[in-house]
């Protein structure tokens, strides 16, 4: 029987690779306003006032996606096999925590393409039911988390493998 206060066989914390931080997201939005207040002065000069709305929408659109894109960066999964249990938590910046515990005798570990034959993640299945995970991940990334898991479940069957 299997103490609960022992350690986690596997831990794994998968988060999106980011190349600006907040700061950086700031002085990104700061250049584009900067630069398409310069473009929006130049148009109306020429006389084309038109334009100047233009711009404003497409700068506004622009900064609307790096703000997007920065928040969804903020999702982490966490993954954990303990001696009875494999658990997945997935936290959206300080939203939603949504937790999912899987039965780790039984558990597949794939990973699945999308519908263009790129990766899609590694998919968690047992008993009817599926989790994808680590779909912001390279490929090559997805590749050796799936490796890792696969190992990591490999030694905890061990024991009950050697038994039967």
Do not use: K, N
Not at 3 to 25: E, I, K, N, Y
């Amino acid at each position: 029987m299997a103490r609960d206060d022992a350690p986690p066989v596997f831990t794994a914390t998968l988060t999106p690779q980011r190349s600006l931080d907040r700061h950086g997201l700031w002085v990104a939005a700061g250049v584009l306003g900067v630069a398409g207040a310069a473009v929006a002065v130049l148009f109306l000069a020429l006389g084309a006032w038109p334009v100047v709305g233009f711009v404003g929408i497409e700068i506004a659109v622009v900064i609307a996606v790096l703000l997007l894109h920065h928040r969804r960066g903020r999702t982490v999964e966490e993954v954990v096999l303990d001696a009875r249990t494999l658990t997945v938590t997935r936290r959206r910046g300080r939203r939603a925590v949504t937790r999912w515990e899987f039965p780790p005798g039984w558990l597949r570990v794939t990973v699945v393409d999308d519908e263009h034959g790129r990766p899609a993640g590694v998919m968690l299945a047992s008993h009817g039911r599926r989790l994808a995970v680590g779909r912001f991940l390279t490929p090559e990334e997805q590749a050796a988390f799936a490796a890792a898991l696969r190992a990591a479940l490999a030694a905890w069957r061990a024991p009950y493998s050697v038994a039967c």
